[in-house]
């Protein structure tokens, strides 16, 4: 189950890894690093609708306990908790990227390990789309 990652968005996030200050290159940083070493790489207008990618927002459970989260993917300058958008260098951002909605992910968070069921992914509007609305 490897994740599927557009082409801009592994640019982006290469690109984001690469200008890392070296006390920033974590352990977290070098598993995203991995994923998107092994990340089937797509043209931007050919991923599926249901991937989550950066600025996709997305509802997962938690198998174990049934909890339910939502959040929307962002790079980091974006992130704020309480606004519900996670940093991509966050692990739930980089347990999430790639996979799509009816996949369960198993990854180790600041909790523990965890089996992550994707409920429901959408993509943002555009920024330049909702402009011209």
Do not use: C
């Amino acid at each position: 189950m490897n994740p599927i990652i557009t082409k801009a968005d592994h640019n982006t996030i290469k690109s984001l890894i690469a200008n890392l200050p070296d006390h920033l290159k974590t352990a977290e940083i070098r598993q995203l690093t991995n994923e998107l070493n092994r990340a089937q790489v797509v043209a931007d207008d050919k991923i599926p609708k249901d991937v989550i990618q950066l600025n996709s927002y997305f509802e997962i459970e938690e198998i174990n306990s049934k909890q339910q989260i939502n959040f929307t993917v962002t790079l980091p300058n974006k992130a704020n908790i309480a606004e519900k958008r996670v940093s991509i260098l966050s692990p739930l951002g980089i347990a999430l990227i790639g996979f799509r909605k009816g996949m369960t992910v198993q990854w180790t968070l600041p909790g523990g390990p965890k089996k992550l069921k994707i409920l429901k992914v959408e993509q943002a509007i555009e920024e330049a789309k909702i402009q011209t609305l």
